[in-house]
């Protein structure tokens, strides 16, 4: 009986110490799977993950970036987690040799990293739409096709011609998973901030509405690319000619008509194009900005120069400045200058 019981517990010890030596295995494997580095990256990357992911698109980008050693300990976890039920879109900022407990917390908090969404130097709304979609999940396409809606235009008491105006060009924070109305909707509050008490009050000494504003500060850009001190001259220049009722006469609007922006030398034929944008036969302001205006150009229309002014020629030493007339004899004086410059250098267009 005694070596019956001693086989007995002996028995139980053996079974014991296997079924501890199996927990130990199969608790060192959890470990290893939860806790132990599984991104593998050797600097901080990020992780797009577009609007409606599923678990497997998250482990198929994660393997396609090669951003984790072993995506199949990545799924188990996930879904021992239950991340499939929260998957959030977004940029996430992953970190060197997380393991996949803080990956997938990471991911199923929704907490993203914001990008800085900057954008100037633009001319049209398919520029702007194509620059913006470089830095959110919206497509140029999509952007594109509200800022041509007349109806969204209206909504924002704009038209179609006027609508690139809410844009206000600076740097701002976004998600990366904006969408097209999202991000208009945030330029539409950026465009209510920056037109403060202040601004709308010099606006309304000149007697001009926002979007006029815009316009005219537009047409100074594109006028003065290069040396931005001298745009409240020109600014003080263009509204001395609307009070007067005189045409702007401005190359870039006619330039913006002809819609090619390469053109150097406004030619005589030019000037017959018929456009409500050729400010050589229409007078006032062409319908809407010939370029997105930056906040620069804007406060230059509005803090404009008070002076006599009423034309203006690049130098014809070329150093981007102008040389500015109050009559037009003196005026021609320096267009000769620069057309013999231009034809020297050989500039026909």
């Known amino acids: 009986m005694k070596k019956k019981g001693s086989a007995v517990k002996k028995a139980i010890f053996i079974a014991l110490a296997i079924f501890i030596v199996i927990g130990v295995v199969i608790g060192m494997i959890i470990y290893e799977k939860v806790f132990m580095p599984n991104v593998k990256i050797k600097e901080t990357t990020y992780l797009y993950i577009?609007?409606?992911s599923g678990l497997?698109?998250?482990q198929e980008s994660l393997y396609n970036q090669q951003i984790v050693e072993d995506t199949a300990s990545f799924k188990w976890v996930a879904e021992k987690k239950n991340y499939n039920k929260h998957v959030y879109p977004?940029?996430?900022k992953i970190e060197r040799?997380?393991?996949?407990?803080?990956l997938v917390d990471l991911l199923r908090s929704g907490i993203q990293e914001p990008i800085q969404l900057t954008f100037n130097n633009v001319r049209t709304k398919k520029e702007l739409a194509a620059k913006v979609s470089t830095y959110i999940e919206a497509t140029e396409s999509e952007i594109l096709t509200l800022l041509n809606s007349d109806e969204l235009a209206k909504s924002y008491g704009f038209n179609s011609q006027t609508f690139i105006s809410l844009f206000i060009p600076n740097s701002y924070e976004f998600y990366w998973n904006?969408?097209?109305e999202g991000f208009i909707k945030r330029m539409a509050k950026e465009y209510k901030n920056f037109w403060n008490e202040?601004?709308?009050a010099k606006a309304n000494a000149l007697g001009m509405k926002q979007s006029e504003v815009s316009t005219l500060a537009s047409i100074v850009q594109a006028e003065q690319l290069m040396r931005p001190?001298?745009?409240p001259r020109i600014a003080g220049l263009y509204l001395n000619r609307l009070k007067l009722g005189m045409r702007l006469q401005s190359d870039p609007t006619l330039i913006f008509a002809i819609g090619d922006f390469t053109i150097k030398r406004v030619l005589n034929k030019d000037m017959?194009?018929?456009s409500k944008y050729n400010t050589y036969l229409y007078a006032g302001l062409p319908p809407g900005p010939v370029n997105v205006p930056e906040i620069s150009s804007i406060d230059a229309v509005l803090n404009a120069e008070k002076h006599n002014y009423l034309y203006m020629c690049a130098k014809a030493d070329f150093t981007s400045y102008h040389n500015f007339a109050t009559n037009l004899a003196q005026h021609n004086v320096y267009a000769k200058e620069y057309q013999r410059e231009l034809s020297r250098r050989r500039i026909n267009r």
């Open 56 to 58: 497997s698109d998250v």
């Open 178 to 180: 904006t969408t097209a």
């Open 229 to 231: 001190d001298e745009r």
């Open 272 to 274: 017959a194009i018929d």
């Open 198 to 200: 202040s601004r709308i």
């Open 90 to 92: 977004g940029r996430y």
């Open 50 to 52: 577009k609007t409606g």
């Open 97 to 102: 040799k997380m393991n996949n407990n803080e």
